[in-house]
């Protein structure tokens, strides 16, 4: 009896063990983890670029101090769209106003505006009655109220405008405080930011594309980076090693980039797939992939898993997804760790704004050769970047 209850247990084993090689899922291995505060969710509104950078400033803050903050999204979405309305009626409505940005603009609003916790202001969504951030009624009433102004018949401006904006905002995000209390202190916006030390000099925005010189700044040419703020151009290695540089140094990286590519799951997977080359996809040939749906796509690369095969980056290839608007930039999230696949191919763990979503609870997993392929920049503190790289960059 005892002989036959082990024969038993044992063709169990194999069989699970089969099973899990026959749909080859991924089984991620951690190499190294830096701290980060709780993933938030920007639900319906298009601010990751506020939810990354914010997140991506308080893991800096944690690693400096080993202190966590819980700081407010909205306060700085709300500056940041007065600063944007009045460059685009400056600009006679000749720029982009709509709800994205970059990691610039909230170093730039903490820098001209300040910041302020989490609760010093009314929660996301508070106003209209919802539990997270919801911009659908929001936006649909800013913006044409933007464009109405920056594209009139007016030979002259009055700045009864800028009321007339600052009262949208204010109904559906709330007051910006003057001053609040934080741990039994009175602080402004200004004061917080000091006494928590964000210094907009501390911080740098890198790329790689060879329409500009290398070891130059440019300004990106991408739609939602409306503040004209360069960033520094190097090699596509020299980018990936600043990455794999600063976080094994301790910090994490502020990445802005693509994720409307195929392998990009909403199950918490970022993988540069290879479509020409992997018919077992389908079942059949890249043509077939193309008719399939995102969520069909989903399924058949979790079901391949591992064995998916990836394009290899180079700089070449990158720059041409660029410029045929293959790789665009409408995504913002924080790189804090690498891991590994039973394969050995190396992934960057990654934090999203999304809530609890996905296979892994709001974190990514997102292949190196994903991120090499579909940067747009990333962000992060200098002193992270590399001295023999920051001496020849000139910072």
Same mark, same amino acid.
């Given at each position: ?212 010189? #290398? ?15 360069? %960033? *520094?151009?190097? $090699?596509? @290695? ?97 790189? #804090? ?15 999203? %704004? *999304?809530?609890? $979503?996905? @296979? ?36």
């Amino acid at each position: 009896m005892k002989k036959t209850t082990i024969i038993y247990l044992m063709l169990i084993c194999l069989g699970c063990l089969f099973h899990a090689q026959a749909s080859d899922e991924i089984v991620f291995t951690t190499v190294l983890e830096n701290p980060i505060t709780p993933v938030k969710n920007q639900s319906r509104s298009g601010t990751c670029w506020s939810y990354a950078t914010i997140g991506f400033i308080e893991a800096e803050l944690l690693r400096s101090t080993g202190k966590v903050f819980d700081l407010s999204e909205m306060f700085v979405a709300s500056k940041d769209y007065v600063d944007c309305a009045e460059y685009h009626v400056r600009m006679h409505g000749y720029s982009r106003f709509s709800e994205g940005g970059s990691a610039d603009d909230v170093l730039e609003v903490i820098n001209r505006h300040g910041i302020c916790p989490e609760d010093a202001m009314a929660r996301p969504g508070s106003m209209i009655g919802d539990t997270l951030a919801n911009f659908t009624e929001f936006f649909a009433t800013l913006e044409p109220y933007v464009e109405s102004i920056a594209k009139g018949n007016s030979t002259k401006l009055t700045s009864q405008w800028k009321v007339g904006l600052q009262g949208i905002l204010d109904a559906y995000l709330g007051q910006c405080p003057e001053s609040f209390t934080y741990q039994g202190k009175q602080y402004t916006p200004q004061s917080f930011a000091k006494m928590l030390g964000i210094d907009k000099r501390d911080y740098v925005s890198i790329t790689s594309f060879t329409h500009h010189p #290398f070891y130059e700044q440019f300004v990106i040419e991408a739609p939602y980076k409306w503040r004209p703020r360069p %960033s *520094w151009n190097v $090699t596509i @290695d020299e980018m990936m090693a600043t990455i794999d540089e600063a976080l094994k140094q301790g910090y994490t990286v502020c990445w802005g980039g693509d994720v409307s590519e195929d392998g990009f799951t909403r199950t918490g997977l970022g993988i540069a797939a290879d479509i020409e080359h992997a018919d077992d996809l389908t079942g059949s040939d890249a043509a077939r992939w193309l008719k399939l749906t995102k969520q069909e796509k989903a399924e058949s690369l979790k079901k391949l898993g591992a064995q998916t095969p990836e394009l290899v980056p180079t700089q070449g290839l990158r720059q041409e997804r660029f410029d045929n608007w293959q790789s665009t930039y409408d995504h913002v999230m924080v790189i #804090f760790g690498i891991a590994r696949d039973q394969n050995g191919r190396e992934y960057y763990k990654v934090k999203n %704004s *999304w809530g609890q $979503t996905g @296979d892994y609870k709001g974190i990514w997993y997102m292949s190196k050769a994903y991120i090499a392929l579909n940067t747009t920049y990333i962000f992060l503190n200098k002193e992270a970047v590399k001295k023999d790289l920051r001496k020849r960059l000139g910072f």
